[in-house]
């Protein structure tokens, strides 16, 4: 199978993925394959897993699945954090490995070597900046004036006590039981940052998100044109084959750089849609 054809078949199944995730539960698609393949991706595997553990080691097995589980999912801790880095780290070594070597070529320059590793180094810092950030959690003080700024509408919102910060809760806050406090403004739980998305922290969870997704199509871009320039190098580009349809002989493979442009373009359209936005310290999400 051609290269080619490969990246088309992971961008083709990412976006299958990202759709089921995102319509399976419309009232249009129930009883289809479509809510089929979303109940298995999200529900089916952990039933599985489940039954598995309590086949293999019984009812304290499954015990201790739901204790990791609480654990990993619905305490503060580091684990995503360390994944995070592990991550980074390992993806940066291999491109130390096997990309930087290839460079200079005909269409990467070395200079890459140093802003790729700016590149990192300013994603890392990002995830620093933002794991660290306050999210802004009500306090005794600061309750008053955020319920007046955030007043409880009786629909969404209804007026709420919290009964472990014994505070009256502003409208859009929340009690988050892994941080242990209401938020103010409250969008999320991060697992990756360890830390909650709220009103002082938004705009950091924002620049972390698109410093990666620029980190991500830099390294493809830079990736993709190292392995093109050394390929070149090697004659890769010059083989042809006979076309019996065209009657005339064919490059066996071309550069694909319209692909390469067609993801830079899309990454730069999504910044752009939420850019400002995030200069007002907004979520820019339609919900
Ligand atoms: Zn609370
Ligand atoms: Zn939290």
């Given at each position: 199978m051609y290269f080619v054809n490969l990246v088309y078949l992971y961008f083709g199944l990412t976006a299958l993925l990202v759709f089921v995730l995102l319509f399976g539960d419309a009232p249009a698609f129930q009883r289809t394959p479509v809510s089929y393949v979303k109940w298995l991706v999200t529900e089916a595997w952990l039933l599985a897993l489940e039954r598995v553990v309590e086949t293999m080691f019984g009812e304290r097995g499954l015990r201790m699945l739901d204790s990791a589980t609480e654990c990993c999912c619905e305490s503060s801790n580091p684990m995503l954090q360390i994944a995070y880095l592990s991550i980074v780290s390992v993806g940066y070594g291999l491109t130390w490995q096997f990309?930087?070597?290839?460079?200079?070529n005909a269409y990467a320059a070395e200079y890459h070597i140093y802003t790729g590793t700016a590149a990192v180094c300013g994603a890392v810092g990002l995830f620093l900046w933002a794991s660290m950030s306050d999210p802004g959690r009500l306090t005794p003080e600061s309750a008053a004036l955020y319920l007046a700024a955030y007043?409880?509408?009786?629909?969404?919102?209804?007026?709420?006590?919290?009964?472990?910060?014994?505070l009256m809760r502003p409208g859009r806050s929340k009690h988050c039981n892994a941080c242990g406090s209401c938020i103010i403004r409250f969008d999320h739980h991060c697992g990756w940052l360890n830390n909650c998305i709220g009103l002082n922290n938004s705009r950091h969870f924002l620049a972390f998100l698109f410093g990666n997704l620029l980190l991500c199509c830099y390294a493809c871009w830079a990736a993709a044109a190292a392995t093109a320039g050394s390929l070149q190098q090697r004659g890769f580009f010059d083989v042809y084959v006979y076309d019996p349809v065209l009657k005339d002989r064919v490059a066996?493979?071309?550069?694909?750089a319209w692909f390469l442009e067609a993801a830079v373009t899309g990454g730069g359209a999504i910044a752009a849609y939420c850019i400002v936005p995030a200069c007002r310290n907004v979520i820019p999400w339609p919900f």
């Amino acid at each position: 199978m051609y290269f080619v054809n490969l990246v088309y078949l992971y961008f083709g199944l990412t976006a299958l993925l990202v759709f089921v995730l995102l319509f399976g539960d419309a009232p249009a698609f129930q009883r289809t394959p479509v809510s089929y393949v979303k109940w298995l991706v999200t529900e089916a595997w952990l039933l599985a897993l489940e039954r598995v553990v309590e086949t293999m080691f019984g009812e304290r097995g499954l015990r201790m699945l739901d204790s990791a589980t609480e654990c990993c999912c619905e305490s503060s801790n580091p684990m995503l954090q360390i994944a995070y880095l592990s991550i980074v780290s390992v993806g940066y070594g291999l491109t130390w490995q096997f990309v930087f070597k290839l460079l200079p070529n005909a269409y990467a320059a070395e200079y890459h070597i140093y802003t790729g590793t700016a590149a990192v180094c300013g994603a890392v810092g990002l995830f620093l900046w933002a794991s660290m950030s306050d999210p802004g959690r009500l306090t005794p003080e600061s309750a008053a004036l955020y319920l007046a700024a955030y007043p409880p509408d009786g629909l969404l919102f209804p007026p709420k006590h919290c009964s472990t910060c014994d505070l009256m809760r502003p409208g859009r806050s929340k009690h988050c039981n892994a941080c242990g406090s209401c938020i103010i403004r409250f969008d999320h739980h991060c697992g990756w940052l360890n830390n909650c998305i709220g009103l002082n922290n938004s705009r950091h969870f924002l620049a972390f998100l698109f410093g990666n997704l620029l980190l991500c199509c830099y390294a493809c871009w830079a990736a993709a044109a190292a392995t093109a320039g050394s390929l070149q190098q090697r004659g890769f580009f010059d083989v042809y084959v006979y076309d019996p349809v065209l009657k005339d002989r064919v490059a066996l493979y071309t550069r694909p750089a319209w692909f390469l442009e067609a993801a830079v373009t899309g990454g730069g359209a999504i910044a752009a849609y939420c850019i400002v936005p995030a200069c007002r310290n907004v979520i820019p999400w339609p919900f």
